[in-house]
């Protein structure tokens, strides 16, 4: 099992940047895949980007692909998310997920964190 701990959200202008961190407990942090996922205001949760356990691949979805960079430190238990250019349809709750399996399918997602706001001003 694993618990995620999210952190970095914020208020940001547009074209601004932040970086998001997703700390998770217990050692078998680099047996997961882990995703970043968004709910935006009034609408359903949706995905941002995931890596595998290696780190040495990822997926993006297409509205944040060129700005945002997802990268893993596996002896730190840690998966940041880099946010670049930042744009109003950004502003979401942020949520990390693990997996077992590598996918971009939030229900292969069986832990998940409690999730970080960012807000993105136009």
């Known amino acids: 099992q694993v618990q995620l701990v999210e952190s970095g959200g914020g208020l940001v202008q547009a074209g601004g940047s932040l970086k998001l961190s997703c700390t998770a407990s217990?050692?078998?942090?680099?047996?997961?895949?882990v995703g970043w996922f968004r709910r935006a205001p009034g609408k359903e949760r949706a995905f941002v980007a995931v890596i595998s356990r290696s780190g040495y691949d990822s997926r993006y979805a297409d509205s944040v692909k060129g700005r945002f960079t997802i990268s893993r430190n596996n002896a730190k238990n840690t998966v940041d998310l880099q946010m670049n250019s930042l744009k109003p349809e950004d502003t979401a709750v942020y949520y990390c997920a693990a997996a077992t399996t590598f996918g971009v399918e939030e229900g292969r997602y069986n832990y998940w964190g409690q999730g970080t706001q960012v807000t993105v001003s136009s």
């Open positions: 217990g050692r078998t942090f680099s047996s997961y895949n």
